[in-house]
């Protein structure tokens, strides 16, 4: 999430500010998991009670990199527009991977529950690796997914829709 805004900076010849590149970077990380968090959910929703699966560990994934980030612009942002860095701290690391790791399974959860619901059966990995990695690639790959949702959402709302009437 950190790589776009600075290359973003790089490209357009803005001076490098760590905390203007981490923010841009925590702004982008909200927009990505408010998205999985609410497609992963309706999806869940959606399917039968048999295929669904929990959402505790789901959201946990999406919250923990988030507050390693906000830690991440409190405590080492300042270290590093002082001129005098540290070292990296070890529960940085350990924290990092657990971020990363709440990550991909945020995206394999939202890709999962989104495939199964498009295929209307459990989505094994070579299924739903298409959409797992769209959303590794954020703007572009939620551009290139968001119509199928938008679909599923229209055929799920008319379904509803029917239903009331009758």
């Not at 946990?60 to 540290?86: D, F, K, M, Q």
């Amino acid at each position: 999430m950190l790589a776009l805004p600075t290359v973003m900076c790089l490209m357009l010849g803005i001076p490098f500010k760590p905390l203007i590149v981490s923010t841009v970077g925590l702004f982008m990380m909200l927009v990505l998991f408010i998205w999985m968090l609410s497609i992963g959910i309706w999806s869940n929703r959606q399917l039968e009670p048999s295929k669904q699966r929990g959402t505790l560990l789901f959201i946990a994934g999406l919250v923990l990199p988030i507050v390693y980030l906000v830690a991440y612009i409190i405590l080492v942002v300042p270290e590093l527009t002082s001129g005098n860095p540290s070292k990296p701290r070890l529960w940085m690391f350990s924290l990092h991977m657990l971020s990363l790791s709440g990550i991909f399974y945020g995206i394999w959860y939202t890709a999962g529950q989104l495939k199964a619901l498009l295929v209307s059966k459990n989505a094994d990995y070579m299924i739903f690796s298409n959409t797992f990695f769209m959303l590794f690639i954020f703007p572009l790959g939620i551009w290139l997914i968001q119509p199928g949702v938008n679909r599923l959402y229209f055929e799920a709302q008319q379904a509803t829709d029917a239903a009331d009437d009758a």
